[in-house]
Structure formats: C-alpha cells, structure tokens
C-alpha cells in the first residue's frame, strides 16, 4: 500500500482481548496469534483482520479509534483539536 497509517473510525477505542482489556498498541505477531486462537472474535474480527491485512500490505501503521470522539482524526495522530489542516496543494485557475 505504501501508506504511512491506517485509521479505523469505530465505536471503539483499541482492540479488546478475551478479558476485555483494550489494547492500542499490538505488534503484528500478537494480532496474528489473536486471530489464529480466538482471542479476537465478534466486532473485533474484522478490525483485526483488516489491521492485520494492512500491516502485511507495508502500511507502518495501524490505528483503530472511537469515531464518536471530537476531532478522532486528529486525536488518533496525536495533534490538537485546534491543529491547522496541513496544506496538501493548491489549485489555481
């Protein structure tokens, strides 16, 4: 994919394990074995999937934030609220 990071609105905040901890940090083999042994099941199977799809694809990152939340962009990629948007171009006539 080449893409520096993948977000995941949800309505969650992390990825919760059998005793119901959330996770917001994981390493590709721990979502892995996750996956394999069922740890991971319900709502939290596709999320696991597709960050763990997305990892194996080159993306250097994978975050899976409450959508609900204010501003959940900025806030999952550590900026403030009030953060400017970062200029991507400009079109002129």
Do not use: N
């Not at 905040?13 to 892995?32: C, T, V």
């Not at 696991?48 to 900025?74: C, Q």
């Not at 990629?77 to 200029?87: C, D, E, F, Q, V």
């Amino acid at each position: 994919m080449g893409a520096w990071r993948l977000v995941f609105l949800s309505d969650v905040h992390g990825i919760r394990d059998r005793e119901g901890r959330w996770h917001q940090r994981l390493r590709a083999e721990r979502l892995r074995t996750w996956l394999a042994d069922g740890t991971l099941d319900g709502g939290m199977l596709p999320k696991g999937r597709g960050a763990l799809h997305a990892l194996m694809g080159g993306v250097g990152g994978v975050l899976v934030t409450d959508g609900s939340r204010p501003t959940p962009l900025l806030s999952a990629l550590g900026l403030p609220p009030a953060a400017p948007s970062p200029a991507v171009g400009r079109l002129t006539a």
